[in-house]
């Protein structure tokens, strides 16, 4: 493991950090491999019995990593969205409860990760976006399943759709997030709230979780279907050029 992700454990917690602040943690595709071989090794490790994602005190993640995405042909589209995929549901279906502990922003896969969490937990300075409408994409690991299964779908189309951002204190009220606490508190929220998956039968809670889950496999397969697509699309390489050239993009539909 690289010093992308920081794994610490704290009892039967096992705490994974994203450690990229250059990138403001950004979802490379090699930080989501690491992503995904810890939380697959939390599950095998019987002294585990709950994960922690977080971040930094600063971010939580600012979502994909527009500079690592270099897909030019649908082939290599399908396969970035099948390695999603293989993510999501891990962190979906796995026996173990998540926990997201977010402070600043959230936004697009970032977004996403923290949403296929069991419980999100945030600090008042924690702000929630998609924003994948600005780059040309779909939605994507899921969010589409995810953010209307905890808000609905009227609420998820404001986020969606219409790009609007959500404060914390308004991510409490509509259901986004579970806990709200003080500025860099989250971290230590979350560890306490896992402490307390002790006094639960594991069994039951990972059976929950699988029903919870059912439906979300066909929907990764047509996201990945139509992602591919958008990948190869005039609009994703508009809004590409225009957020690493930090101007406003200009798209045609294509």
């Known amino acids: 493991m690289s010093d992308l992700l920081l794994e610490e454990t704290h009892g039967s917690v096992r705490l994974l950090r994203f450690n990229n602040p250059e990138r403001r943690n950004a979802l490379s595709v090699?930080?989501?491999?690491?992503?995904?071989?810890?939380?697959?090794?939390?599950?095998?490790?019987?002294?585990?019995?709950?994960?922690?994602?977080?971040?930094?005190?600063?971010?939580?993640?600012?979502?994909?990593?527009?500079?690592?995405?270099?897909?030019?042909?649908l082939s290599a589209g399908r396969a970035r969205m099948q390695n999603n995929a293989?993510?999501?549901?891990?962190?979906?279906?796995?026996?173990?409860?998540?926990?997201?502990?977010?402070e600043g922003w959230a936004v697009g896969a970032g977004l996403s990760v923290a949403?296929?969490?069991?419980?999100?937990?945030?600090?008042?300075?924690?702000?929630?976006?998609?924003?994948?409408?600005?780059?040309?994409?779909?939605?994507?690991?899921?969010?589409?399943?995810?953010?209307p299964a905890r808000i609905g779908q009227g609420r998820a189309r404001q986020?969606?759709?219409?790009?609007?951002?959500?404060?914390?204190?308004?991510a409490l009220r509509i259901g986004l997030v579970d806990q709200l606490c003080e500025p860099g508190a989250a971290l230590d929220t979350a560890l306490a709230l896992a402490s307390t998956l002790e006094q639960q039968?594991?069994?039951?809670?990972?059976?929950?979780?699988?029903?919870?889950?059912?439906?979300?496999?066909?929907?990764?397969?047509?996201?990945?279907?139509?992602?591919?697509?958008?990948?190869?699309?005039?609009?994703?390489a508009e809004g590409k050029a225009a957020f690493l050239g930090k101007r406003a993009p200009v798209f045609r539909g294509q």
């Open 86 to 102: 293989a993510l999501v549901l891990q962190m979906v279906r796995m026996g173990k409860p998540l926990i997201a502990a977010i």
């Open 201 to 236: 039968a594991p069994l039951p809670l990972a059976m929950s979780k699988t029903l919870l889950a059912e439906g979300l496999g066909l929907l990764l397969d047509r996201e990945a279907e139509l992602q591919s697509q958008l990948f190869l699309s005039a609009d994703h």
């Open 115 to 147: 949403l296929a969490c069991d419980s999100l937990v945030c600090g008042a300075t924690a702000r929630f976006a998609a924003g994948f409408g600005k780059v040309g994409l779909l939605a994507d690991l899921g969010q589409l399943y995810t953010l």
């Open 159 to 170: 986020i969606l759709l219409f790009g609007q951002v959500v404060e914390a204190q308004e």
């Open 30 to 73: 090699a930080l989501r491999g690491e992503l995904l071989l810890a939380l697959q090794a939390a599950e095998h490790d019987s002294r585990v019995r709950s994960v922690v994602i977080s971040g930094s005190a600063q971010v939580f993640s600012a979502g994909g990593d527009l500079s690592d995405m270099h897909v030019h042909d």
